[in-house]
């Protein structure tokens, strides 16, 4: 107790370790589940995860749940309430009859309770004389259980609540507009008997549930987004996580490891759902024919689940298919050798393409030239009979920046290179002429940026994969049919359910809109419930926002953006998102946060950065850095157990 300044006029509450929190999960099914309120976070997570059937428990976290209109104010706001809330934390430090780690703190104002709920005295058996505070928090959990985030859809088979409750108190009832279930430890059974509200989601009933979800209009409110991250390194009671509270079971970091359709149906499920959350939420952007190919593929995940009896006879085709699949992915054999090309000879691209390099000088625009694409390099010259001779120009693509832009309906097919300078990032932008062209040089562009080339096993797959998002896209004059195809039948769709708002209000009549949602479905009738969550995932995937995590940071004077993605960190135009500078992790020496004036400094190769976040807690950024680099670190070759030391090594912000 002396360790952990615990005084003799010290108040401590004796309460369960594990209590029932109410958890949404990411398809936005709420159930009720036992949870260790004492062990870290992470750990916490690592439990939730093995009673759902989630392998991988590193790649989620919790988070707060924040009403709407909170996360719509921005930065400004959340640097307000979250000095409000340190004010409140030191009056409380400061107090003689509370230690530092007092674990029963006083009520918090009404206004931050609002959406910090902060007390802990939640236990319904605690001792006597705290009996008032107790009701009283214990009245404030119960009312302000109603949210935004919980889906108005019809339980069949949720267990009473009567006979599994554990003596909660009888007036404690869900709502029952609620989607509510109960998992406790007793009923978790083998991995293998997977929940079937759990691999197939329930779908939404309620259409006025769509118009209460938060929608960011700008990078300050999707930076706002990342406000509600708990702390891994600490525990649910540390962070004031209270007793049947609702909070947010997310995947965190965005680099999915080994997913496999027999082992993951769970976890495909789950990234399935907020990856179309994602999308109908517009918190990541795409064009409007991505949109309406990520609404045919939901229309026909909804289709294939409805009929999930048609699906049984295909199961020996797609075991088989996925052994052969996890036998080529662990024995990573050359796309190259299987397809009799030379593996001693190095492969390169020819093309004559077109270019432009945007300058503030007023150039002629698009120029044509004969590029070569050879190892890690990019040159172009004149023409192909000047090949073997000096070039215009070269880049040298190993830390660049590579993203797209597409245009079906005027075949214009676009890369845009950033190009680190010491002037920042300068562009670079080249366009191809036909599908088969665009995704041959956009696979060799990702591979180069990160130090791979075209002899990489992953290229031709990835070209295949380019290739089928844009055949999903194009629209179909006239249907047709697979063998294994299936038919929409007479439904009246909502097409806010299948479209983000912004491209939903562009078409004039509803009927538009559900006619050319059927019109892309045709494209992907086909394929079966699996393939189909997982082509959704890949397309999401190849967004260029995917993975890009928002934070509002102060580095000398003004407000500026950065985003952290799976391996680096970028500084962006706080207006338009783009690119001004990046900084790789590979690049990376160290990087520690300075608690007391709360900035996190990070030392590269070549620099050093250090910034305060305005939108979130500094930890926050701080473990996203962190625990992308632990997930770069897993491999197949690697033992399956979870290096927890190594985490909170790389995430605690603690030497």
């Known amino acids: 107790l002396v360790a952990y300044g615990v005084a003799a006029d010290s108040m401590l509450q004796f309460t369960p370790m594990h209590k029932l929190a109410r958890i949404q999960l990411p398809d936005l099914q709420c159930i009720t589940m036992r949870v260790d309120f004492s062990v870290p976070v992470f750990n916490a997570v690592i439990q939730l995860c093995k009673e759902l059937g989630i392998r991988h428990p590193e790649e989620l976290s919790l988070k707060r749940s924040i009403e709407p209109d909170f996360l719509s104010k921005g930065y ?20 003689h009859s509370h230690s530092a780690h007092n674990l029963s703190l006083p009520n918090p104002e009404p206004e931050t309770r ?118 891994s390194s600490r525990s649910l009671l540390e962070q004031g996580i209270v007793e049947h509270q609702l909070i947010l079971l997310r995947f965190k970091f965005l680099s999915f490891f080994d997913l496999n359709p027999k082992y993951d149906p769970v976890r495909i499920n789950q990234i399935y759902e907020q990856a179309k959350w994602a999308i109908l939420l517009e918190e990541v952007d795409c064009t409007e024919e991505e949109a309406f190919m990520f609404a045919a593929l939901q229309l026909q995940v909804q289709l294939r689940a409805e009929r999930k009896a048609e699906e049984g006879t295909d199961n020996a085709v797609n075991d088989v298919d996925v052994m052969l699949n996890e036998l080529e992915s662990s024995l990573q054999i050359s796309s190259f050798q299987r397809h009799g090309n030379d593996i001693t000879s190095v492969p390169e691209l020819c093309d004559y393409l077109r270019f432009f390099r945007p300058k503030k000088i007023n150039l002629k625009g698009w120029r044509r030239a004969y590029f070569v694409f050879r190892d890690l390099y990019i040159s172009w010259y004149s023409s192909s009979s000047e090949s073997h001779g000096q070039p215009l120009g070269r880049i040298y693509l190993k830390g660049c920046e590579v993203s797209h832009e597409v245009n079906l309906p005027e075949s214009k097919y676009s890369l845009k290179l950033l190009i680190p300078s010491a002037e920042g990032m300068s562009e670079f932008w080249i366009r191809c002429d036909t599908e088969y062209q665009y995704a041959r040089w956009l696979s060799a562009c990702k591979l180069a940026v990160k130090g791979k080339t075209m002899a990489d096993s992953s290229y031709i797959a990835e070209v295949e994969n380019i290739r089928r998002l844009l055949d999903m896209q194009h629209p179909i004059a006239g249907h047709t049919s697979h063998g294994n195809s299936i038919t929409v039948p007479p439904i009246d769709l909502t097409p806010e359910e299948f479209l983000p708002m912004k491209y939903a209000k562009r078409m004039r009549t509803r009927q538009s809109l559900v006619q050319r949602i059927l019109e892309a479905h045709q494209n992907v009738n086909h394929l079966s419930l ?101 997930c770069s670190m897993r491999s197949k070759d690697q033992t399956q157990c979870l290096n927890e030391e190594l985490f909170h090594k790389l995430t605690s912000g603690w030497a």
Request: proline share 5%; with cysteine.
């Open 76 to 95: 400004p706001h959340a640097l307000e309430k979250r000095a409000s809330m340190s004010n409140i934390s030191q009056k409380r430090n400061a107090s």
């Open 114 to 231: 609002q959406h910090y709920p902060v007390t802990m005295n939640s236990s319904l058996h605690s001792i006597q004389h705290a009996s008032s505070s107790l009701s009283h928090a214990s009245k404030h959990a119960i009312n302000g259980m109603s949210t935004p985030y919980v889906l108005n859809v019809t339980q069949s088979n949720s267990s009473d609540w009567a006979n599994s409750n554990n003596g909660l108190q009888e007036s404690y009832i869900p709502p029952s507009k609620a989607y509510e279930s109960t998992l406790l430890h007793e009923s978790c059974g083998s991995q293998e008997n997977f929940d079937q509200t759990l691999v197939n989601s329930p779908p939404v009933l309620a259409p006025g549930i769509l118009n209460g979800l938060f929608r960011p209009k700008n990078f300050a409110q999707k930076a706002a987004l990342n406000q509600g991250w708990l702390d």
């Open 530 to 630: 699996n393939d189909t969550k997982l082509q959704y995932i890949r397309a999401w995937q190849a967004l260029p926002e995917f993975g890009i995590h928002y934070f509002v940071v102060r580095f000398r004077h003004k407000p500026e953006l950065i985003a952290i993605a799976y391996n680096r960190i970028i500084r962006m135009n706080f207006e338009t998102g783009d690119s001004l500078k990046t900084w790789r992790f590979s690049s990376m020496k160290r990087w520690h946060v300075n608690w007391e004036i709360k900035r996190l400094y990070i030392q590269f190769e070549d620099e050093n950065v250090e910034f305060s976040c305005l939108s979130a807690d500094c930890k926050v950024p701080h473990e996203f850095i962190g625990g992308y680099i632990f």
